[in-house]
């Protein structure tokens, strides 16, 4: 079980009508589809109206050829999704689409709104209804309030309403807003692609449809694309950054550059570091595919044992997989990993992965390994034990499930019967990431949360009122 | 092309929890099938929450047997729709469900609000916005303003400001509400099935389902129904009331009984009316199916004429039915209907359908029978003909469209190339139903809006802006 | 429940090359969808190789725009099925293309061969294989021996081994050859439609598609249309015409016209016999949609005894309708069939269908209308009782099952709780139907037989070995 | 481009009634995936009867759980397919079950059959039919030859007569047979399960479900498993073992063993030759995901330049993603692969991948890595140059098509655009596998075909008649 990133976005500006336009949010979506996978959706505004595609499932899944076809025009955006906030039906699906007293608007939302119980209980008094159980919703309802300012004045003003982490990518009729939270937890950059402007949670959305990277939005921004070209203002405020450190320990792509930092090189200054802390006489390093894959790397360089791709991934998983029957449950994760057994035969191995949640996936893959014949596992994580749950955008269990909140290092490694365990340290990750710390949001870590955060149990308000 | 209703609405409200209470509304709702093709839904409150299942499609197509296992509860409403305003789209489909202050609601409409887009532009200017096109969500925002007040009381509140068609059932999580609207537009009746109260557009749903029937929904009521029982509110309202004539002459299923009249009956007698004010001397009735086939026994019987199924209609058409090619275009209606050859010909048909709108099929139908060898084909309508719009529920097309209100009898008749055509007169109409006039709606035949209606181009608002 | 009817075939031969031939079988198909509505299929030959297309479902489900776009040709045969043989999986869809010695072929066929078990026993013995369950799998592999002998010369030779049913349509890549068993016991017949010429089960495809009918394919006939033009051989044989009567009184579409006899008014002078036979003093004559509406029709216009519409029909049936759970079972035909109350209370009903085959729903709807109030209810069937088994395309149940075959017709009124019931006597349905009987197919009323039949028991070989 | 593998098989006899037998075939066509993703399909019999599900698509689309519930029984087969002969429609997916004399078979085939055409020619001029264009079907139908022979007989003497590579399971309402031609072109292995024996085309198909691997099937071996457990016969062969080296090189799973050798560590060791024959100086070792990337652990490892991840593949492309369009064709390769920046920048790369076939994917890759800023690409391949079709179950494009039987290893330099290329030479690749080189297909490399092969253009032979 790993823990799950909430959600992905992108939106282009173009200066002319766009055929294409939709095709080219598509393979963006495409492009961040490890951001999420339970929905997909494009909304496109033809200078008119707004039009909105979307669906449970994977992009592939959720757009034929001529979904795309039907939406054509000079602004998009698109959204992918995993549920942090609110069920996965189809109703949650983004982007939402609203009509308000300014006209229509389109809202893709990356991160969670730690207050969106309070302020929505504020509006429903004032009469507004919803229709989703998303916090997403909650922005676009604040959006549509105080018809007399501009929008650009309404996304400011939320600015001091809004707690927690959302980068944001609006759209109207004739604009594209892309919006980053004060505290910056979640990325969002900015590119150029032909005659148009893009703007996506990663750098690798732009790589892969062949746009320009320009820069990253900056915490508390608010970035306007219209037909006047790029405006920005950016709020003064008393936050202090808090990039999620996670982007680089799991979430985001390896071959994207988040902050100027490769994703890549991060994670694998992070084997690196994780060498130098736990070194151990072995025989070979082993990543767990794909999570580890990186930091394998790194601890191998420095450590000098030799790398090896001891665990093999089955690439044809998918959602709709028919799960084991009772009577088959022991094949558990084996339908998914294999262990290579000629290669973990009789060796000393040492294991890396980036994090470890409930601790069963890890034993499993010990276990795995055992049987296949490894004489010693030693499992290295490229990350701190997570201790404390994520209000900004990432779906952790509660405390309680995640196994470093409830035992000692030690405890864990006697569950996951491992012959040592080491996790990277606060300093050694900050040291591989190369941001400063005060930069970094490190809350699940150390619980040291940037902003204030409700009480463990009512993380769920939606769900559970 | 024939005019389409609005929507059918159904609830139930049992005393015990029901597993099987979404199949029974299925059941219902594939009575009410006729009411709207374009999409359906069921929203089942289980006492605390509300999920509802929708979709594009006929009921059988939406819901599959998971579906409905998943809906278990104590109160749920349905709703089948063809769009009045509104596009077809899945965001369209009903019932809404939303949350405002006062907790759930779940709403299902019949008819159509003559100034949604006035109260909408209120509410939006209050910072409420919308997700729809539709009328009906309009609703849903008014009833969740103002949380000081019961929602009964807010419904209560909503009549003066709603002008228009409702014929509502409204859920809570603990309630079912059934309300007509003071000038009774659309049909609405309660009926008693099992330990359960349940309302429905046409008492044929509740026949189907096996309830029994107890009594229409007057005009103007809000019949609550929870764990205390059946409790009802009629205001005091100074419209009148004006029941749309078209129930009788098209919409409702003969099966159906409004006002303690026949369906059947209605059209019975307007076929006989109908050979008392247009005579004819010819050999055989032929009634169009299913719309001209009641009436057409009527006209028979009482001219002595015999009744024959000169036309035979294909019942295996469905909406994704591949249409012709351009070369094949001639085929028209032929593929819907094919006239019996030995039946019609060298006979003098009097061919009897319930209303001409564009006139286009009916000429089309008259040549067929004349290419299958008919002498003379005397058309009769069982209705005076089309020439208003509808604003309360109805899918006219314009006035432009409807050939009655451009073009003289005379000129439909040559345009159709009938050797006769006869309307039914407005008095005969009301004679045949049996209710007073002043209780019927007439409008889309003399123009008399019971309530102010927008001007002509005003019509799909939410279209259009 | 009703028999039902094995399947319906159709044949283009196109002078020209055709990009819409496809459609053209299409639209077809859906005229014959009466006649099958398991699978449909379609298969083209553009003159060098033979596509298909085919699946479970009614025509329209089976088909989109893109799979008929796909198929253009000069030649296309067509196929829409109920299994007689066989069961209902992907694999007994017709139409069956095969490559034999003599090159591909494509079948298609209407009807059932009864000693198919011997003849496939005999080619398994000389290596031929099977992959379906079906008896046109069997004429396939016939045609496919004998490779010095042109097709025409197989189809010849084949007439003395298969005994049974079949209509065919066969296709190879330059020629369309249509073939009627020497008994004659399914219809089809051949038209002309622009350049080219057409054969189907039932003249309604050759209206449907604007055709022009031609003449019935005569018993034994095979014929050859290519681009020499047609060219037709009957062989002398010794087995007398034998129509099946069925097709009058049931399945054919009353609009169709079978050996110059209007299936409309076969069934109307079925119903005036019947009056003539079993008068009986009423109120109302009531036909059970669809099947009694137009003997209905004859017994009233004989008798004087009005027709009213007293049951109406729910339109929106389908095969995947979600049945009623356990609880729900007495709601029974009430979801299809649902009388009005109105016209029936208190009247003596003349209830008019076709037949009876196991006497539940008829008990059911007898039932319905007396709930409905009908003081008596008198049952007319317009043919005489089903008392043998079909061997020669329609699923009849085995004798045990049939009610006429275990009970007399006073135990059978009883059994339904009717007033009366009366069987239209064989001498009345011959005359009703107009051809002599000598030329009709009667065995399923009076057991004999025109060819051997398996003994009971063994009628679905190919299921139980 | 790769080169696509024709299939893979499975089978399982269990001496118990099984509940979950297909479940477990699922699993295990899971697992063996990679070698088919056309179609896939499962047949199972109860002792008396086979039922089989088969279709379009990767297993998890094909089945769900309602298909494996209606699947239980004692014996079943599996069979993933991409096509070499027969194209890519529903009639060609397997197992193919067919009735002969014999009774009932169903077979799943891995390989392709030389002089199929040759032998279905004979076979039809018997009168044989066929409704494939399979190489499979004309197995079955060899098979269903010679009534008074038992199964096993008739199996070996079809040895004579089919030339060819084919690995198959064939089953029978009481037995199930492994069959692997005298040359074993195609692996083929034997598990124990609980109480079941389990045949593969990999071993890793078996780890997956967690049996026991027994041994590999042995060249012209047939394999009997019924109730009396399991027997074998070995026909004595003049043919000399051929297995194909490209299982080793590409196919198979890295997990799986065959003959014996870790296919994991025969890719490594290929890794290792290459690195002895070509060595480069050079600052990284990129492996083309998947296919390079554990020859380039070995060459990394020999070499001593450290292995990086220079290339990032998207997990989520899928068969049914939507092509760019023509003016997004530049995209190319970008979708699905992105060279990871930081890591490649101003380096000198070695690029590792396993086979060349046409060029255009290679240059691509080369390109993205220079455009990413690589100083050098050194390509090297872990195969020689394929310059020979292949008749045995791979699907290679024809010689004209194969850049390296048009082209000196010069010039495909130059084509690609690297600083250099080095192809493994044959005895660094038997070397690598382990194996005698007598034991070994490498006709793709050397054109010294283990079998008589058609003339080229002859290839496809059911496809071009």
Do not use: W
């Not at 922005?139 to 929008?151: D, E, F, M, R, V």
């Amino acid at each position: 079980m790993k823990l799950k990133e909430a959600c992905g976005v992108f939106g282009i500006y173009s200066f002319d009508f766009d055929r294409d336009i939709a095709r080219t949010v598509y393979y963006a979506l495409f492009a961040l589809q490890h951001r999420g996978q339970e929905s997909a959706g494009i909304a496109v505004s033809n200078g008119k109206s707004i039009k909105c595609h979307k669906g449970l499932g994977l992009a592939f899944e959720v757009f034929k050829e001529e979904d795309l076809v039907k939406l054509s025009g000079k602004i998009a955006i698109g959204h992918v999704r995993y549920s942090t906030t609110g069920s996965n039906t189809f109703a949650n699906a983004q982007p939402i689409v609203v009509q308000c007293i300014a006209g229509e608007l389109a809202i893709a939302h990356n991160g969670n709104i730690v207050n969106a119980d309070e302020i929505r209980y504020e509006l429903e008094e004032k009469g507004v209804f919803f229709q989703t159980t998303t916090d997403s919703e909650v922005i676009a309802a604040i959006l549509s309030q105080g018809y007399s300012k501009s929008l650009e004045q309404r996304i400011k003003d939320s600015f001091t309403l809004l707690k927690g982490a959302y980068s944001l990518v609006i759209m109207t009729n004739d604009k594209l807003i892309a919006v980053r939270d004060p505290n910056g937890f979640r990325p969002l950059c900015l590119g150029k692609y032909n005659n148009s402007y893009v703007v996506a949670s990663e750098s690798i959305a732009l790589d892969s449809i062949g746009a320009q990277f320009l820069r990253d939005i900056e915490p508390g921004e608010i970035l306007v694309i219209d037909s006047a070209g790029l405006r920005s203002e950016k709020l003064p405020t008393t936050s202090r950054k808090s990039l999620c450190v996670f982007e680089y320990v799991y979430f985001a792509r390896p071959d994207s550059v988040i902050e100027g930092i490769s994703v890549y090189m991060a994670r694998y200054r992070m084997g690196v570091e994780l060498a130098k802390e736990y070194p151990v006489e072995a025989d070979l390093v082993v990543g767990v595919p794909d999570s580890g894959t990186v930091a394998a790397i790194g601890y191998s360089d420095y450590s000098k044992i030799p790398n090896g791709l001891g665990l093999i991934k089955n690439r044809y998983i998918a959602r709709t997989f028919i799960q084991p029957s009772q009577k088959m449950r022991s094949l558990g994760v084996k339908l998914k990993l294999s262990p290579l057994r000629e290669i973990v035969k009789d060796r000393r191995i040492v294991l890396v992965d980036d994090s470890i949640v409930r601790g069963t996936t890890m034993h499993q893959i010990v276990k795995m390994l055992k049987d296949a014949g490894a004489r010693e596992v030693h499992v290295r994580i490229s990350s701190p034990p997570v201790r404390y749950s994520c209000y900004f955008g990432i779906d952790t269990p509660t405390r309680k499930e995640l196994v470093a909140s409830q035992m000692s290092v030690e405890e864990i490694r006697k569950l996951i019967e491992a012959e040592s365990l080491g996790y990277l340290s606060i300093e050694g990750l900050v040291k591989a990431v190369g941001l400063n710390e005060g930069q970094l949001c490190l809350a699940c870590f150390n619980g040291n949360y940037p902003l204030d955060v409700p009480k463990e149990g009512r993380k769920y308000l939606f769900e559970k009122r």
